[in-house]
């Protein structure tokens, strides 16, 4: 859904005095200044990828104007995620990064126009913290965007396409080096337990037991 430049649009269903106690859906118009579109599509298509042409797509969650360096307008990419924010360093956060930085690729291809910033945004950083009087300093992580992002990207999505076109003539897959995948992928894979790529502690040892804090699939 793409919005104005100057209107973002709430819908919520509310509770009104009537004779038949129905429940209403109304829409709420919030003046949002800096917010330009949601829910952006994104695609393109590498035709020189190796394998053959590859359809890239993506979606992002808002686009938010911003004063650019220069003193000109620009823009920069937010994405939401439902869980708490990984740490520093993790292969959960490092995927996130190339997410941004791909959509960043993606975006300046569909619309010409290069953002001066992504940002990821933990929306669990804010449970339980009630008054909320300021953004809790974990909740927002920038991602900064540089000239070497497109051709970094294309570089890692030849790697990752040349290593699945060699697993596909050989018919075989070896799993990543432990360290190297994101945990929270891992712990929905149903083969988990007999990966040397899966190291978490099995329930009934020291440690195993199943984390409840992080919801089951984050995109």
């Known amino acids: 859904m793409v919005i104005s430049p100057l209107v973002m649009v709430v819908s919520f269903f509310l509770v009104i005095g ?20 949601a829910e952006v599509p994104l695609s393109w298509v590498w035709e020189q990828a190796p394998g053959g042409p590859i359809l890239l797509e993506g979606t992002v969650d808002v686009v938010f104007l911003q004063q650019g360096e220069n003193g000109q307008p ?5 994405d939401y995620k439902t869980r708490k924010a990984p740490q520093r360093g993790s292969p959960e956060l490092r995927s996130y990064e190339q997410q941004m930085k791909l959509y960043t690729f993606l975006y300046r291809r569909c619309f010409n126009v290069s953002p001066q910033e992504t940002a990821l945004y933990f929306m669990r950083e804010l449970v339980k913290r009630t008054p ?4 809790p300093p974990r909740a927002l992580y920038q991602v900064p965007v540089t000239d070497d992002d497109d051709e970094d990207i294309l570089e890692w999505l030849g ?5 699945e076109v060699a697993c596909e003539e050989q018919n075989r897959w070896d799993p990543p080096p432990p360290g190297e995948v994101p945990q ?36």
């Open 132 to 135: 909320l009087t300021a953004r």
């Open 159 to 163: 790697d990752v396409l040349t290593k």
């Open 74 to 78: 620009g823009i920069a990419l937010w």
């Open 184 to 219: 929270q992928t891992c712990r929905n894979c149903g083969v988990q337990w007999s990966c040397p790529s899966f190291k978490q502690p099995f329930p009934w040892e020291p440690g195993g037991e199943v984390d409840d804090t992080q919801d089951p699939l984050d995109l």
């Open 18 to 37: 009537n004779s038949n106690g129905q429940h209403l859906p109304i829409t709420i118009i919030v003046q949002h200044p800096r917010i330009q579109a």
